[in-house]
């Protein structure tokens, strides 16, 4: 069985700061794929970024970008200029390859960007 | 184009009864999931469903049920309604090939059960 874990519950950052939020995830599969999905006050889960486990290159979208690291089985999110609408709980979350529609999600770690 | 479109957005419902949820996914996509969402056990996968069949199952108890019509809506049915089942019930739409095309999430449908 595949796990995720978010160890911060809780994060705040300056805006316009940086911030890393910490994934690691337990799998014995080799083909996967890793997720952050952030969720706003309107509870829809918006998909911020993916990576393949197959591809060494690190993903990137924009402020988002995350530092994955396959031998450590861990996959953090960095957000760069953090802006107030940032603010919204960020899940990590894990599939397995030909699997995608399963997500294992973490617990979550709610982010606040003060002003 | 459209999001996903979950419906009712809230409920409230008495132990015992049963309830159904429904889910319009974005036009063009076949693969329907619903996760349900709660303080203590988090986000977990209920089912999903493509081409009106269910492809994945969670591990949730056969009060949960769901189906997929030919148009690819879907509804989620709960019969027999526990305290427990109070959560935030989240539909996600995928195009649902081969691929791992990504999920789209609608709003959820917010039941309390008392």
């Known amino acids: 069985a595949q796990t995720v874990t978010q160890s911060q519950p809780e994060m705040s950052v300056q805006e316009a700061e940086t911030v890393t939020l910490s994934c690691t995830y337990d799998?014995?599969?080799?083909?996967?794929?890793l997720f952050w999905y952030k969720q706003p006050p309107s509870r829809q889960m918006i998909l911020v970024i993916r990576?393949?486990?197959?591809?060494?290159q690190n993903a990137t979208e924009n402020r988002f970008s995350v530092n994955f690291q396959k031998a450590a089985k861990s996959f953090s999110l960095k957000i760069s200029d953090s802006q107030l609408g940032d603010t919204a709980m960020y899940f990590c979350?894990?599939?397995?390859?030909?699997?995608?529609?399963?997500?294992?999600f973490g617990s979550g770690t709610q982010l606040t960007v003060l002003p | 184009k459209a999001g996903v479109t979950q419906t009712p957005r809230y409920l409230i419902k008495t132990r015992g009864q049963q309830v159904t949820l429904s889910c319009s996914p974005i036009?063009?996509?076949?693969?329907v999931s619903w996760y349900q969402q709660t303080p203590g056990q988090g986000l977990q996968f209920l089912f999903e469903?493509?081409?009106?069949?269910?492809?994945n199952k969670g591990n949730f108890p056969g009060r949960f049920s769901g189906r997929q019509f030919s148009n690819s809506r879907s509804e989620m049915n709960v019969s027999t309604l526990e305290l427990g089942d109070s959560a935030l019930y989240l539909c996600?739409?995928?195009?649902?090939?081969?691929?791992?095309?990504?999920?789209?999430f609608g709003n959820g449908t917010r039941l309390t059960v008392t």
């Open positions: 996600a739409s995928s195009l649902g090939g081969a691929g791992n095309s990504p999920l789209h």
């Open positions: 036009s063009g996509h076949r693969s």
């Open positions: 469903y493509f081409s009106e069949t269910q492809r």
């Open positions: 979350a894990f599939t397995i390859t030909g699997s995608a529609r399963q997500l294992t």
């Open positions: 799998t014995s599969e080799n083909n996967y794929y």
């Open positions: 990576q393949e486990a197959y591809k060494q």
